[in-house]
């Protein structure tokens, strides 16, 4: 079936720098893109979602930027902070009666160092 | 608000034993899902219900067993463990048209 994957499965930085993660869809279909920051030892965390019609999405210190031409999606993150450090998940669901159901992809594990 | 309650936070489990995982929510939320999270990979959907008496599988449905008599409650039942089913299992809950979904703790499950 159709999913959701990432380019890098690991991404260090310095505290202070921008962050960016990628991912890539081949869901066409799907209505919602979200993240989300799991940390070690807990659950999944809601970061940000960006509708299919939308290009970018801008939260508190994160953006989210979709781009359906070659169906990819990225977060970005201002001023990365030690507190950053987790892993991300790109995620789609198809909206309508599917909310409750995300396809996940595989996680990217972002390091900030101080 | 608790958010949503998984137990127990770890299980060990014989090959043939079953179990039931229990999730809760005290949010109010009709969504309810169950995932599992292996190493190295992203969560897969098992099951999930839109509201007290409605499920219907996931991605990865088979062993499984769901039941939501109760709006708060989504069990989630091994009939008969086998060690693939050996992973962290997460339950979620969500309001009806929204994306956000609240993610229990998670159970880590080890079958030998």
């Known amino acids: 079936g159709e999913s959701v994957g990432l380019h890098l499965p690991t991404l260090s930085v310095q505290e202070g720098d921008n962050s960016i993660i990628n991912c890539a869809y081949s869901n066409s279909a799907s209505d919602y893109f979200i993240w989300y920051k799991q940390e070690s030892g807990k659950g999944p965390q809601f970061i940000i979602d960006?509708?299919?019609?939308?290009d970018k999405r801008q939260g508190q210190r994160v953006t989210v930027l979709l781009n359906k031409t070659v169906k990819h999606l990225s977060l970005q993150i201002a001023a990365t902070q030690p507190g950053d450090s987790a892993v991300y998940f790109c995620?789609?669901?198809?909206?309508?009666?599917?909310?409750?159901?995300?396809?996940f992809g595989q996680g990217t594990i972002l390091t900030v160092h101080p | 608000n608790a958010g949503v309650t998984q137990t127990p936070k770890f299980q060990v489990l014989k090959t043939g034993q079953s179990m039931t995982l229990q999730c809760a929510q005290d949010m109010n939320h009709e969504y309810m899902s169950w995932y599992r999270q292996d190493p190295g990979m992203g969560l897969r959907l098992i099951h999930y219900?839109?509201?007290?008496?409605?499920?219907d599988q996931g991605e990865v449905p088979n062993g499984y067993n769901v039941s939501r008599s109760t709006t708060e409650d989504f069990p989630l039942r091994l009939l008969s463990a086998a060690p693939s089913q050996t992973s962290v299992y997460f339950c979620?809950?969500?309001?009806?048209?929204?994306?956000?979904?609240?993610f229990g703790q998670g159970t880590r499950l080890t079958v030998v």
């Open positions: 995620a789609e669901n198809a909206g309508g009666t599917s909310y409750g159901k995300l396809t």
């Open positions: 960006i509708r299919s019609n939308m």
């Open positions: 979620a809950s969500s309001y009806f048209g929204n994306t956000e979904a609240f």
């Open positions: 219900s839109v509201g007290a008496g409605i499920t």
